[in-house]
């Protein structure tokens, strides 16, 4: 796909939402990094359902330790894979406290050695928290770089990593979330909603519905 079809397609995406956020919702860095951590595999609704509660009683990085593993899987039970994530997540709350004076790090190598967090989770944080022009692939990106005519990317990290380079500076802090959304709503795994879509007629996907 040439530069200026690119160019054109987020603009579109600016024009429709100029202030793209996450659906996830926190009120604080930590919350946020606790919810990504939640999400691998679930969706945010469900995430969503489970930290308003959560949230409520541990906050921080102290007050989750104290709530203890075995109180937090009563909150996060409904998500998928709740038992690891507890685990990691009251792992990440014990590194943050001796490590970071319980701050969440602005770094990727220190966030990566959280518990639970990988290059996409650290990705989410550095955009979400840090204004870091990142791209954070997840399953939704993945399809849409690779259907719309982005990439040919195999992996995610190829797909992160061509994304960077054809993305134009302006719009790189808000890709992740325009990606992310139009996968989401719009450009959908199964069968997507071309009719509707705003770019339908920028798109290089072949098989339009």
Not at 2 to 30: C, G, M, W
Not at 40 to 50: C, E, H, L, P, R
């Amino acid at each position: 796909m040439n530069v200026q079809k690119i160019h054109q397609i987020f603009l579109r995406f600016q024009q429709a939402n100029p202030s793209p956020k996450t659906e996830l919702k926190y009120s604080s860095d930590f919350e946020l990094l606790i919810a990504v951590i939640l999400s691998a595999q679930a969706t945010d609704v469900s995430v969503n359902k489970a930290t308003e509660k959560l949230f409520q009683i541990a906050n921080t990085p102290e007050k989750m330790l104290k709530l203890g593993i075995t109180k937090l899987k009563e909150y996060v039970k409904t998500i998928g894979l709740f038992n690891t994530k507890a685990s990691n997540i009251i792992k990440t709350c014990k590194i943050l406290i001796e490590k970071h004076h319980s701050q969440v790090p602005k770094e990727r190598k220190s966030l990566e050695e959280l518990a639970g967090v990988g290059r996409k989770t650290a990705n989410v944080i550095l955009n979400t928290c840090f204004n870091q022009p990142v791209i954070a692939v997840d399953t939704h990106i993945f399809r849409v770089a690779n259907r719309i005519g982005f990439t040919k990317g195999k992996t995610p990290l190829e797909v992160e990593q061509h994304l960077l380079k054809v993305i134009p500076n302006q719009f790189m802090q808000d890709a992740h979330h325009w990606l992310i959304l139009h996968g989401r709503y719009t450009c959908i795994a199964r069968k997507p909603k071309c009719p509707s879509c705003l770019i339908k007629d920028l798109c290089e996907f072949k098989d339009k519905t």
